[in-house]
């Protein structure tokens, strides 16, 4: 993980220092801020757990008279999996029973470099404008899936013993992956209220629970609902 930190700040400071900004006159050149919204797990992902808050940091440099160079850093943690509810069929007696003692946690942080690109202005030059935009982006997505308390199923003696459990199982793996989105930001002199919706999808997968009839996951997307305030300078 401190490894993969370091070659992603690496990565921004080259870019940033080898592509200088272009702005006109007057126009801010940088922007810095502070974001929280929503992560909304789909797919594979959504059948494991629901909707948790995110946060994040944002910097932004302009590239162009419309684009900026944005680097973010995202996270968020899901809990209260689907699974700590789920049954399972005991073989011996084929009755359902569920593991009281089950916990499941997937914690995300992403590290990612973005283009975003102006659509237009509503508003003009002066006083409130608003700036449409798309956003395209890749980087690096740290996660740590893990779900522990789970009654051993495989048990052959009578009466099932719910004390005795699995292992923890943890998936815990950094991968890359790639984020689509539109947003709109309000600004009005040096401050802005940032709106965006995104779609991320990243090359990691989660093991399937065979006993609990969950699938395994490939690959991993959600989509974050999120507000910034910034601030240009």
């Not at 684009?67 to 359902?96: M, Q």
């Amino acid at each position: 993980m401190d490894r993969v930190c370091r070659w992603v700040l690496s990565l921004g400071l080259v870019t940033v220092c080898a592509v200088g900004p272009v702005s006109a006159e007057g126009e801010p050149r940088f922007g810095i801020g502070v974001f929280a919204g929503l992560n909304v797990p789909v797919q594979g992902l959504g059948e494991r757990y629901p909707t948790k808050q995110n946060f994040g940091l944002v910097f932004q440099r302009r590239m162009g008279k419309r684009t900026w160079l944005e680097f973010e850093y995202h996270r968020t943690n899901l809990s209260d999996g689907k699974i700590e509810d789920r049954t399972f069929i005991w073989s011996l007696d084929r009755k359902e029973y569920v593991s009281p003692q089950a916990k499941s946690k997937f914690r995300l942080n992403s590290f990612l470099t973005s283009a975003v690109i102006q659509l237009g202005q509503w508003g003009g030059n002066t006083g409130l404008h608003f700036d449409p935009y798309l956003a395209i982006g890749a980087g690096f997505y740290d996660y740590q899936d893990e779900i522990s308390g789970l009654v051993y199923p495989n048990q052959r003696r009578e009466p099932l013993d719910t004390t005795l459990l699995l292992e923890p199982q943890v998936d815990d793996h950094t991968s890359l992956g790639a984020t689509l989105g539109l947003g709109v930001a309000a600004v009005s002199g040096t401050l802005g209220l940032d709106v965006r919706a995104r779609y991320h999808f990243f090359d990691g997968d989660l093991r399937s629970m065979e006993a609990w009839e969950i699938k395994d996951v490939f690959p991993i997307t959600f989509i974050d609902v999120h507000a910034a305030l910034k601030v240009y300078f």
